[in-house]
């Protein structure tokens, strides 16, 4: 079965410092990969995937993510944030066949201070 | 940008009345999913549907909990009997193709409480 690590249930930082949401999964067979953002009363909005090729994928918001398969990890980066990214950021995975369902993760509180 | 839309943000019931959670999904598309949330928890898949029917069900989902499209524009999902352990945010989905190329969208969800 397929699982979803997010280490991090908070991370706080400081506007305009670099972060890195950690995120890993479990799987033992080929998986996709995804990054949503929920922000306060809001739904879930995807923010980047990985399906295949480059394994550094870019997303919206100037968010970026990069897809180790032998550490089976897919970290979210952020250079520089602002404090609109405060939100909840969920890691999810895909198996890529048979079923199309979301295994998410428990989420990761980003909280940026000014 | 046309969105998945929920009715009611906040529906609150009491333990074993009947409930039914409301979705509009985009309107060209053709996969629709329920998902929840209990409080500080995973967001966890409860069903999806297509071409009239339930394509995948969790656990969750049992025969307390069923799907309906009764129009062609909403979708819905009652819960039977609500329990406690209801008490959650149900986000409701929708994609226009198949995996994996086809992106997800979900609504703003419903907070659903069970007293």
């Known amino acids: 079965a397929q699982s979803v690590t997010q280490l991090d249930s908070q991370v706080p930082v400081f506007e305009e410092a670099p972060v890195e949401l950690r995120c890993n999964y479990s799987s033992s067979v080929s998986v996709y990969l995804f990054w949503y953002v929920q922000y306060p009363n809001q739904g879930l909005q995807l923010l980047l995937k990985y399906l295949s090729g480059s394994t550094l994928v870019k997303g919206i918001n100037g968010f970026e993510a990069e897809f180790n398969k032998s550490q089976t990890s897919f970290h979210l980066r952020k250079p520089s944030v602002h404090i609109s990214d405060t939100a909840e950021y969920f890691c999810?995975?895909?198996?890529?066949?048979?079923?199309?369902?979301?295994?998410f993760g428990t989420g990761t509180r980003l909280q940026v201070f000014p | 940008e046309p969105e998945v839309t929920q009715t009611p943000s906040h529906q609150v019931t009491q333990m074993g009345q009947e409930v039914i959670l409301r979705c509009v999904p985009i309107?060209?598309?053709?996969?629709f999913y329920w998902y929840r949330q209990i409080l500080g928890q995973k967001v966890e898949f409860l069903v999806s549907f297509y071409n009239n029917e339930i394509s995948e069900k969790s656990e969750i989902f049992d025969d307390q909990f069923s799907v309906e499209r009764p129009d062609g524009s909403n979708f819905t999902l009652k819960i039977r009997s609500t329990k406690l352990e209801d008490s959650a945010m149900y986000f409701c989905a929708s994609r226009k193709g198949a995996i994996p190329n086809s992106p997800l969208h979900f609504g703003n969800g419903t907070r659903l409480t069970v007293t």
């Open positions: 309107s060209n598309h053709l996969y």
């Open positions: 999810a995975v895909s198996v890529s066949f048979n079923t199309d369902k979301l295994i």
